[in-house]
């Protein structure tokens, strides 16, 4: 897992977050992850993007160009999820870059409260509502996370069900 931040201050915080060391498998990089994938050419098989500062989403990490970049980031059948603010007077156009970027293969999961929404693309085969389960979703879990995860997770598969179905959010 490599995770990108912008704000060394927020890097010297991890302890206090007990976000662990880098070693093989986690690193923490210092860099603005708009750049990283215009510069690096990563691939990963998951991006996810839920990058705020005090004035809200930074127009690098909601602007067409970087939807597209995520999409050359992932392999076919990668995944990318964004974090976005539902009340957002920009929460549509933000929405439509990334289905546009994904060819229309994009979910989007409204919270309860109906602040945020987790927006789900998929590149290659659609994101099938109907393939995904609970107990799948759940399996390799331990007990603690299973318990944890079950209800929300619920609610999301549900919701990703109905929308599927035509019926609003």
């Not at 331990?142 to 598969?157: I, N």
Request: charged share 20%; hydrophobic share 45%.
């Amino acid at each position: 897992m490599t995770v990108l931040e912008i704000n060394p201050h927020v890097i010297a915080l991890r302890g206090d977050f007990q976000v662990p060391p880098d070693d093989e498998r986690f690193k923490v990089v210092a860099a603005d992850g708009a750049l990283y994938l215009q510069s690096q050419a990563p691939c990963y098989a998951v991006l996810l993007v839920d990058g705020f500062d005090l004035d809200g989403q930074p127009a690098a990490l909601c602007s067409q160009r970087f939807y597209d970049d995520c999409l050359a980031a992932l392999p076919d059948g990668g995944v990318l999820a964004v974090n976005l603010h539902y009340d957002h007077p920009d929460y549509p156009l933000l929405l439509e870059r990334i289905r546009r970027s994904f060819g229309g293969n994009a979910v989007e999961i409204v919270t309860l409260e109906k602040s945020n929404s987790v927006v789900f693309a998929r590149k290659g085969a659609p994101i099938s509502p109907q393939a995904l389960n609970l107990a799948g979703s759940l399996a390799g879990l331990d007990a603690q996370a299973r318990a944890t995860l079950k209800p929300e997770l619920a609610r999301m598969l549900w919701q990703m069900k109905n929308l599927d179905a035509g019926d609003d959010r």
